[in-house]
């Protein structure tokens, strides 16, 4: 999911690039002359020895080396529009891609910036909950509220460090400005005069770029 994403928005190409000074007619990409003081750009992953060369593919999010690889010719590639939309394309040309090397910072579990970051996807997913679910007939209606429970946000969440009832509805008053329901206390809701973040504040706050670094 988070490759579609990536490969769907034109600020975030695909490109590939070569790290020799000549190559097969097959490549494309552009050609960077490596001398021999310069380490390898994918350091201990994939060193290059002196008049070697090497395929690459690089990405806003990682490096990695690449091998030609020849798809059948009943492949084909199907592609994800940014609205959804499916389609499929013709393979005129593949590659396998080898062990990454990250061109992001990648943060420990625990550590202040994974906090942070969990803190806002957790914020991003129960306000796109809420929002979903305050269209439906009988909301609108006012027969019912738009409400999330603790149990799927800690089944959404598991694994995570966030993931403790203490810490979900800490983050739900703190961070979603939500309250429980007095007559079903697992229930959070937005109170009267309440209101959501636009989708477009969420995106700011919860990037492509880093989502797919802290994610892959």
Same mark, same amino acid.
């Given at each position: 999911?988070?490759?579609?994403?990536?490969?769907?928005?034109?600020?975030?190409?695909?490109?590939?690039?070569?790290?020799?000074?000549?190559?097969?007619?097959?490549?494309?990409?552009?050609?960077?002359?490596?001398?021999?003081?310069?380490? $390898?750009?994918?350091?201990?992953?994939?060193?290059?020895?002196?008049?070697?060369?090497?395929?690459?593919?690089?990405?806003?999010?990682?490096?990695?080396?690449?091998?030609?690889? /020849?798809?059948?010719?009943?492949?084909?590639?199907?592609?994800? $529009?940014?609205?959804?939309?499916?389609?499929?394309?013709?393979?005129?040309?593949?590659?396998?891609?080898?062990?990454?090397?990250?061109?992001?910072?990648?943060?420990?579990?625990?550590?202040?910036?994974?906090?942070?970051?969990?803190?806002?996807?957790?914020?991003?997913?129960?306000?796109?909950?809420?929002?979903?679910?305050?269209?439906?007939?009988?909301?609108?209606?006012?027969?019912? /509220?738009?409400? /999330?429970?603790?149990?799927?946000?800690?089944?959404?969440?598991?694994?995570?460090?966030?993931?403790?009832?203490?810490?979900?509805?800490?983050?739900?008053?703190?961070?979603?400005?939500?309250?429980?329901?007095?007559?079903?206390?697992?229930?959070? /809701?937005?109170?009267?005069?309440?209101?959501?973040?636009?989708?477009?504040?969420?995106?700011?706050?919860?990037?492509?770029?880093?989502?797919?670094?802290?994610?892959?």
């Amino acid at each position: 999911e988070y490759s579609e994403g990536l490969l769907a928005r034109q600020a975030l190409p695909l490109t590939s690039q070569d790290r020799f000074d000549s190559r097969p007619s097959w490549m494309v990409g552009t050609p960077q002359l490596l001398t021999p003081d310069d380490t $390898s750009p994918f350091y201990e992953l994939a060193p290059i020895p002196p008049g070697e060369m090497q395929y690459a593919v690089d990405t806003p999010s990682f490096r990695a080396p690449a091998v030609p690889h /020849v798809a059948s010719v009943a492949d084909f590639l199907l592609v994800r $529009s940014p609205t959804g939309q499916l389609s499929l394309r013709e393979l005129t040309g593949c590659v396998a891609v080898g062990q990454q090397h990250p061109s992001v910072p990648i943060w420990p579990p625990m550590s202040p910036e994974a906090l942070a970051y969990e803190r806002l996807r957790f914020k991003a997913h129960v306000v796109r909950l809420l929002r979903g679910r305050m269209d439906k007939p009988n909301v609108k209606a006012g027969k019912a /509220v738009a409400s /999330v429970s603790l149990g799927e946000l800690l089944a959404a969440f598991d694994g995570m460090s966030i993931a403790t009832p203490e810490i979900v509805m800490r983050m739900l008053r703190e961070d979603c400005g939500c309250v429980q329901l007095p007559d079903k206390l697992e229930h959070w /809701v937005l109170p009267p005069g309440g209101k959501l973040p636009p989708e477009t504040d969420l995106r700011k706050e919860v990037r492509l770029t880093t989502t797919t670094g802290v994610e892959q």
